[in-house]
T-cell receptor, first 114, second 117 residues
Framework: DAGITQSPRYKITETGRQVTLMCHQT?????MFWYRQDLGHGLRLIYY???????DKGEVPDGYVVSRSKTENFPLTLESATRSQTSVYFC?????????????FGEGSRLTVL | AQKITQTQPGMFVQEKEAVTLDCTYD???????LFWYKQPSSGEMIFLIY??????QNATEGRYSLNFQKARKSANLVISASQLGDSAMYFC??????????????FGKGTLLTVNP
């Protein structure tokens, strides 16, 4: 099916382990984003990308790494997971950089770090 | 930089009544766009409505309308004739016209709306 998919949807890991959250979109959208959602904080931008091999830090990038070797994929890696990274992670994409271009979101990945 | 403030952590409304969810913003960008998203308990993010800063009229989409007051920097969402299915978290967001990074959205903390039967 066309759209934006995230995997895994649920993940439990331990402190210090590396975790990669996958994001794949079939629209060939240029722009992709990773947000985390925490109670009381809304959605906060972690990293974003305008095209393959172009990435930028968002509001809360520390502890995260991204790559974008292909337009359709935008994986997010937690190199050494910490309990503060327990959150729901949303990947999103957008076709245009115009002001009105809405973001299309994946279903979210719920990560628990023990 | 943009900032979105949603001052109502939770709101209650009776079914069939109208409700206004508040959103104020701060930006130095000359042009910008404002968005509202809905997040039901199932977790997905649903785009509701968009308002451009230079749009002459307030945006409407079905039962949703955006009460845009540029001088007050507010972009309140009005839901008319509330339905039980409107119970959800609502997020206000904006995108500014600030150079090369104008494609990212900044979100508020959200308002949890509960519609009572």
């Amino acid at each position: 099916d066309a759209g934006i998919t995230q995997s895994p949807r649920y993940k439990i890991t331990e402190t210090g382990r590396q975790v990669t959250l996958m994001c794949h979109q079939t629209w060939s959208h240029s722009y992709m984003f990773w947000y985390r959602q925490d109670l009381g904080h809304g959605l906060r931008l972690i990293y974003y990308s305008a095209a393959a091999d172009i990435t930028d830090k968002g509001e809360v990038p520390d502890g995260y790494v991204v790559s974008r070797s292909k337009t359709e994929n935008f994986p997010l890696t937690l190199e050494s997971a910490t309990r503060s990274q327990t959150s729901v992670y949303f990947c999103a994409s957008s076709e245009w950089s115009t002001l009105s271009g809405e973001l299309f979101f994946g279903e979210g990945s719920r990560l628990t770090v023990l | 930089a943009q900032k979105i403030t949603q001052t109502q952590p939770g709101m209650f409304v009776q079914e069939k009544e109208a409700v206004t969810l508040d959103c104020t913003y701060d930006t130095s960008d000359p042009s910008y766009g404002l968005f509202w998203y809905k997040q039901p308990s199932s977790g997905e993010m649903i785009f509701l409505i968009y308002q451009g800063s230079y749009d002459q009229q307030n945006a409407t989409e079905g039962r949703y309308s955006l009460n845009f007051q540029k001088a007050r920097k507010s972009a309140n969402l009005v839901i008319s004739a509330s339905q039980l299915g409107d119970s959800a978290m609502y997020f206000c967001a904006m995108r500014g016209d600030s150079g090369g990074s104008n494609y990212k959205l900044t979100f508020g903390k959200g308002t949890l709306l509960t519609v009572n039967p």
